[in-house]
């Protein structure tokens, strides 16, 4: 409720909120109602677990759930947080930015007493690596060697090197996140001075972080800035238009060969997700014909779902064959049970017997990559 009030003064002052919503709000039916988003998680093609945003066994053991939100501009919903939480209440959160690499390894070279122009020589070899990795798409990062890049005897030092990436170098305010708490911030947490994220300007900031917060239970609000939708938003308003909400948005596109034609054609550019050019190559083979297709695509050219990439472009049937679990997993418009979507997982641990709580906890192991837990759960899952 207070971050409906939230939004609606935001709205009030020129601020502008994504239709879509982000994150696992839109799985979440109050929220929508709240207007946080204006996805209708029963009308959509494709299925969302409220689980994912909130489950009564977290609200008994004290969890609240944090709302993230996607805006055209921070500035309105912030200069709103004082009417609606009261001064003292809200804070910008505090970010931590490690060593880069390549400060790392000179750092480490330095300490292991190699030779300054081997070093050097090394640190630009790992400068060309990680631009590699930075202008890749997402699906050709994993393919990106390190070995093609830095001299083959220095590979064993670039890697033990890489425990002085962990090394804290600098306290950031939070690009998005902001505490609330029902206390006094500043008495009973603290604030600490902090660089914005251009790094021009000093602001005060809680001293808690996002991992803090997700360990102890405090409760953060995303807010963040997605600058396409100002642009969406000044046309729809130079054009005299109403902006459509999200499941108009959809019937409006539902089966018309011409939004779907700009997909296979590759007239992309400024297309979220299918702008760079090995994605438009893989784009223009799969040819999108539906939503449900499309988002399929978007998840499909994430590293994790590698091994299956090409058969998914060729449009290769797959099942388990099992057919309860293969009917668990599918839907009329993917008839596939590829796990591509985390509501997949969680459809998975569901056939096994877990609790809806159980398969957003255990969803949560397998996101964050926590293999001693995913160890913990396995047995029960096979069985």
């Given at each position: 409720?207070?971050?409906?009030?939230?939004?609606?003064?935001?709205?009030?002052?020129?601020?502008?909120?994504?239709?879509s919503?982000?994150?696992?709000?839109?799985?979440?039916?109050?929220?929508?109602?709240?207007?946080?988003?204006?996805?209708?998680?029963?009308?959509?093609?494709?299925?969302?677990?409220?689980?994912?945003?909130?489950?009564?066994?977290?609200?008994?053991?004290?969890?609240?759930?944090?709302?993230?939100?996607?805006?055209?501009?921070?500035?309105?919903?912030?200069?709103?947080?004082?009417?609606?939480?009261?001064?003292?209440?809200?804070?910008?959160?505090?970010?931590?930015?490690?060593?880069?690499?390549?400060?790392?390894?000179?750092?480490?070279?330095?300490?292991?007493?190699m030779?300054?122009?081997?070093?050097?020589?090394?640190?630009?070899?790992?400068?060309k690596?990680?631009?590699?990795?930075?202008?890749?798409?997402?699906?050709?990062?994993?393919?990106?060697?390190?070995?093609?890049y830095?001299?083959?005897?220095?590979?064993?030092?670039?890697?033990?090197?890489?425990?002085?990436?962990?090394?804290?170098?600098?306290k950031?305010?939070?690009?998005?996140?902001v505490?609330?708490?029902?206390?006094?911030?500043?008495?009973?947490?603290?604030?600490?001075?902090?660089?914005?994220?251009?790094?021009?300007?000093?602001?005060?900031?809680?001293?808690?972080?996002?991992v803090?917060?997700?360990?102890?239970?405090?409760?953060?609000?995303?807010?963040?800035?997605?600058?396409?939708?100002?642009?969406?938003?000044?046309?729809?308003?130079?054009?005299?238009?109403?902006?459509?909400?999200?499941?108009?948005?959809?019937?409006?596109?539902?089966?018309?060969?011409?939004?779907?034609?700009?997909?296979?054609?590759?007239?992309?550019?400024?297309?979220?997700?299918?702008?760079?050019?090995?994605?438009?190559?893989?784009?223009?083979?799969?040819?999108?014909?539906?939503?449900?297709?499309?988002?399929?695509?978007?998840?499909?050219?994430?590293?994790?779902?590698?091994?299956?990439?090409?058969?998914?472009?060729?449009?290769?049937?797959?099942?388990?064959?099992?057919?309860?679990f293969?009917?668990?997993?599918?839907?009329?418009?993917?008839?596939?049970?590829?796990?591509?979507?985390?509501?997949?997982?969680?459809?998975?641990?569901?056939?096994?017997?877990?609790?809806?709580?159980?398969?957003?906890?255990?969803?949560?192991?397998?996101?964050?990559?926590?293999p001693?837990?995913?160890?913990?759960?396995k047995?029960?899952?096979?069985?």
């Amino acid at each position: 409720l207070g971050d409906y009030e939230l939004v609606q003064k935001g709205k009030a002052k020129g601020g502008v909120l994504t239709q879509s919503g982000r994150g696992s709000g839109p799985s979440y039916y109050v929220n929508s109602l709240l207007g946080f988003s204006s996805m209708d998680r029963i009308a959509l093609p494709l299925k969302l677990y409220p689980d994912r945003f909130i489950s009564k066994p977290r609200l008994l053991a004290g969890q609240l759930p944090d709302l993230d939100l996607n805006v055209a501009d921070r500035k309105p919903f912030l200069d709103a947080l004082p009417e609606v939480y009261g001064e003292g209440h809200f804070a910008p959160m505090i970010a931590y930015s490690a060593q880069k690499r390549k400060a790392a390894f000179k750092m480490y070279a330095r300490a292991s007493g190699m030779e300054p122009a081997q070093a050097e020589r090394i640190a630009k070899q790992l400068e060309k690596y990680d631009n590699a990795v930075k202008y890749a798409d997402e699906d050709e990062k994993d393919a990106i060697d390190l070995s093609d890049y830095v001299d083959a005897s220095a590979l064993k030092t670039v890697e033990e090197s890489e425990k002085y990436t962990r090394i804290v170098v600098n306290k950031i305010v939070h690009p998005c996140a902001v505490l609330i708490y029902d206390g006094d911030i500043r008495s009973e947490i603290g604030l600490v001075r902090a660089k914005s994220d251009s790094g021009k300007l000093d602001e005060l900031v809680t001293v808690i972080d996002g991992v803090t917060a997700d360990s102890y239970g405090f409760v953060k609000n995303d807010l963040l800035r997605v600058t396409v939708w100002e642009l969406i938003d000044k046309l729809y308003k130079a054009a005299n238009l109403p902006l459509p909400d999200a499941m108009t948005l959809l019937k409006w596109v539902e089966n018309d060969p011409d939004v779907f034609r700009i997909f296979a054609d590759g007239l992309t550019l400024g297309v979220n997700q299918c702008e760079r050019e090995a994605t438009l190559r893989r784009l223009k083979r799969y040819k999108p014909r539906n939503f449900t297709e499309l988002a399929a695509f978007v998840a499909a050219i994430r590293p994790g779902f590698k091994s299956n990439l090409e058969a998914f472009l060729r449009r290769e049937p797959f099942s388990y064959g099992i057919q309860e679990f293969d009917e668990a997993i599918q839907s009329p418009e993917l008839p596939y049970s590829y796990m591509l979507f985390q509501e997949n997982i969680m459809s998975a641990f569901a056939f096994a017997g877990f609790s809806p709580s159980d398969c957003y906890a255990n969803l949560k192991h397998v996101a964050k990559k926590h293999p001693d837990e995913i160890a913990k759960i396995k047995p029960a899952f096979l069985e």
